[in-house]
């Protein structure tokens, strides 16, 4: 059984940083696809980030995180990591990772492909809140 578990969100002030984690289980972790994605108050969830479990190649949904979130993993503990820095109050949102197993590719890989379009594809994990105060 396939199983993500994020931890890691917390309340901040602008301008200050957090470390997500996505724990995985069940599944051959370098083999796959993580990928973060987020939903803020009042806002469809959209896509953040994701890295191949195989390669680490990485993807950004856009250019609002770009420089200042960073997607990591570490293999030996089958566990991804969102480094966010420069936190702003924008960013406020519950973090959600997804497992996507078995799946060929990763949004963001494709130019112009929908990340939502890989929603119903994975293993998604409970969330982690992140609140960043101005």
């Known amino acids: 059984q396939v199983t993500v578990v994020e931890s890691g969100g917390g309340s901040v002030q602008a301008g200050g940083s957090l470390r997500l984690s996505c724990a995985a289980s069940g599944f051959t972790f370098t083999s796959d696809c993580i990928a973060w994605f987020r939903q803020g108050p009042g806002k469809e969830r959209e896509g953040v980030a994701s890295?191949?479990?195989?390669?680490?190649?990485?993807?950004y949904a856009d250019d609002s995180v770009k420089g200042r979130f960073t997607i990591s993993k570490d293999n030996a503990k089958s566990t991804a990591f969102l480094q966010m820095n420069s936190l702003k109050p924008e960013d406020t949102a519950m973090y959600y990772c997804?497992?996507?197993?078995?799946?060929?590719?990763?949004?963001?890989?494709?130019?112009?492909?929908?990340?939502?379009?890989?929603?119903?594809?994975?293993?998604w994990g409970q969330g982690t809140q992140v609140s960043v105060s101005s």
């Open positions: 890295i191949n479990t195989n390669t680490g190649t990485t993807f």
């Open positions: 997804l497992a996507l197993v078995g799946v060929a590719g990763c949004p963001g890989a494709l130019l112009g492909e929908s990340w939502s379009s890989y929603a119903r594809l994975g293993v």
